[in-house]
């Protein structure tokens, strides 16, 4: 049976995953915004309600800057080793999905299909 990660299942946006590791990138919430293209109050928010998924904070405030604590910085890396895992899985689907050769007939286009294992 597979398991249901969904957020009705976990109560876990997994969309502030990248807004988080972001803010941990820039130092900032502002400089966030801009490379994610988001408002600085849809980040301030987002940041605020991943942050509410630990017990401890985040985050410390230096002025104008956010400093990491090292439980954020270990989950950043934890998670970007997920994310890439995600990555390359859904990869490697799409690379067996389209394993094929396309032959270019000159004057018909792309007619002719091939699997790359019977080329």
């Known amino acids: 049976m597979t398991k249901n990660?969904?957020?009705a299942n976990t109560g876990i946006d997994l969309n502030l995953i990248p807004v988080f590791i972001e803010v941990v990138r820039c130092g900032s919430m502002a400089k966030a915004s801009v490379r994610l293209e988001?408002?600085?109050p849809a980040v301030s928010l987002a940041l605020?309600?991943?942050s509410?998924?630990?017990a401890e904070p985040l985050f410390i405030r230096k002025g104008l800057y956010?400093?990491?604590t090292e439980k954020a910085?270990?989950?950043t890396h934890?998670?970007?080793i997920l994310l890439g895992?995600?990555?390359d899985n859904i990869s490697a689907i799409n690379l067996s999905e389209n394993n094929t050769l396309v032959q270019n007939v000159p004057g018909l286009g792309n007619i002719m299909r091939h699997s790359a294992s019977s080329v």
């Open 5 to 7: 990660y969904s957020r």
């Open 38 to 40: 988001m408002s600085r």
């Open 48 to 50: 605020k309600r991943f």
């Open 52 to 54: 509410q998924l630990f």
């Open 66 to 68: 956010l400093e990491p």
């Open 73 to 75: 910085l270990t989950l």
């Open 78 to 80: 934890q998670l970007e």
């Open 85 to 87: 895992n995600i990555h």
